[in-house]
């Protein structure tokens, strides 16, 4: 087994990107499959594609991650982040690498006045989130060394998030009404993928919680994104849970405490409004690109 090489499950995710990048830069070994080449649904495949390339250490990001489409295919999304976590745990227990399996704030109700713990019992509220507590416990089960890293609230390039979306209907519409009253930490891949290899390398086993800094509302969110990207003459008004009826229920509370990470020395990722900054920064240039391209071949 090579001390060094990473394998990361799910690399064509806005996470799974980063991660690879992330890697490079430091100089590791990284290895990053899709589903394509290794389907973790498939227990065979995984069993066979990890053993053949014996990681040190495996990130699992491949999920199920459509919140409300879950509450009509449950199936699926247990078998992707359920099913598919401990096949991916059970083939690391053979190889004895650290499996780290990405989970979600929505593994917890959101009734806690306070921002949880690690070793806050969880309860989820949604088929969603149900799932990923599934893929915990059975990761957990299933392998020697497992690291449980959940996160909040992603967005990154190369993927569908809550920043794109506003950005897209800023320019439909001059009003936009935002969910006011659920609380959480907005993360960047870029940056959780910088506390994910941290993680890894310094070999930390159990739950850890891994966020940007600091926490606001969607509707606060929403606000900070037309600012940022500078859009002028579109109006943000708060929404309550109420009146923005889903099929799948959120928690009102995704305060996520980062107390494990930091006691082994792992930084805090910046405030979300910085990393938001950097995103937006980040995605433009390779807008410009686009728009310049598709112009060219229209031309």
């Not at 690879?20 to 070994?29: F, I, M, S, V, Y």
């Not at 009003?175 to 930390?204: E, F, H």
Request: hydrophobic share 40%; aromatic share 8%.
């Amino acid at each position: 087994m090579s001390t060094q090489r990473f394998l990361i499950l799910g690399a064509k995710g806005m996470l799974g990107r980063d991660l690879e990048a992330e890697c490079t830069r430091r100089g590791l070994e990284v290895i990053a499959l899709d589903v394509a080449e290794c389907d973790i649904t498939n227990r065979t495949n995984t069993e066979e594609v990890i053993t053949a390339l014996r990681p040190a250490v495996v990130i699992n990001c491949a999920a199920y991650t459509d919140v409300n489409r879950a509450e009509s295919e449950r199936e699926l999304a247990f078998r992707i982040n359920a099913v598919g976590a401990g096949n991916v745990a059970r083939a690391c227990r053979v190889t004895e690498s650290l499996c780290i399996y990405i989970s979600t704030d929505y593994v917890f109700d959101g009734t806690k006045p306070q921002p949880y713990f690690e070793d806050d019992p969880p309860c989820p509220i949604n088929v969603y989130g149900a799932s990923k507590l599934a893929g915990e416990h059975r990761t957990m089960a299933e392998c020697y060394h497992w690291t449980i890293a959940r996160t909040s609230w992603l967005f990154g390039a190369g993927g569908k998030n809550f920043v794109q979306a506003i950005l897209r209907e800023a320019q439909r519409q001059k009003v936009l009404r935002v969910v006011s009253d659920q609380i959480g930490a907005p993360t960047y891949t870029r940056d959780l993928a910088v506390s994910l290899v941290d993680v890894a390398l310094a070999r930390i086993h159990g739950i850890v919680h891994l966020t940007n800094a600091d926490w606001c509302s969607w509707y606060d969110f929403a606000r900070a994104i037309i600012e940022e990207a500078g859009l002028e003459g579109v109006q943000v008004e708060p929404l309550s849970s109420r009146e923005y009826v889903t099929p799948a229920r959120r928690p009102a509370n995704s305060r996520l405490l980062d107390t494990r990470a930091r006691s082994f020395g792992i930084a805090p990722r910046p405030p979300w409004r910085d990393a938001l900054r950097r995103y937006l920064a980040e995605v433009a240039p390779r807008k410009t690109q686009r728009d310049e391209a598709s112009l060219r071949e229209n031309s």
